[in-house]
């Protein structure tokens, strides 16, 4: 039977983390939930910190471009 079979029965291999042990379920390893924290930390300060003026200026001159168009 196929990969391709088997996800259609809703059959799906094992996963297996970077030390080779198989979860039967399926679920994935303690290290992704920590490095998907780490990454949704490190998104929201990214997210709260204030628009450079240098992109600000540049988007400006975009919308008077734009406008000019119409």
């Known amino acids: 039977m ?3 079979e088997n996800k ?5 291999r094992k996963m297996t ?3 080779g042990t198989t ?3 399926g679920s ?3 290290v992704y939930d920590i ?3 780490r990454l949704r930390d490190y998104y929201d300060d990214v997210a709260k910190q ?3 003026d240098r ?3 540049l988007l400006i001159q975009l919308e008077a471009k734009t406008a000019k168009k119409d």
């Open 35 to 37: 490095i998907g924290s």
């Open 17 to 19: 983390d970077r030390t």
């Open 55 to 57: 992109f600000m200026d």
């Open 2 to 4: 196929t990969e391709t």
């Open 50 to 52: 204030p628009v450079p």
């Open 8 to 12: 259609a029965k809703g059959k799906s």
């Open 23 to 25: 979860s039967a379920t």
């Open 28 to 30: 994935k390893p303690p």
